[in-house]
């Protein structure tokens, strides 16, 4: 029973392992919301802290950066959260670089809310 035990102890680590890739790959979920004159973004990050999450807007392309360390203490028997997120979401406006945002975001509960309020065009008048 050894070495049956053994190896299925490391096949559960491995796929543990590959389920977590994935995970890091996948997540976190990322609602995009157009409200009234602001863009609400909504992403799920449990586990993180503030600190450790990193947010870029370029062009029309929102980064998600973020890594959490973690302190093994005994004999780990299956790990599936992410420990990394590096996602990209593309929003449905583009903000120039030296354009001021006036953005916000706050994380509270394991989610975190980014506002950003949208700026409409300027009214042409005809001559």
Known sequence: MGLGYYMV????K???NKSREFYEFVLPPVDVVMQ????LVSIDM???DK???KLRIHGHILSINAKRE???EGTIIWRQRPNVVDKKVRLPMRVKDDEDLGASAKYQDGVLVLSIPIKSGKNITIE
């Open 46 to 48: 449990p586990g993180f």
């Open 9 to 12: 102890k490391e096949v559960m």
């Open 70 to 72: 973690t302190v093994d």
């Open 36 to 39: 009234n004159d602001k863009l």
């Open 51 to 53: 600190k450790d999450i």
């Open 14 to 16: 491995e796929i543990g």
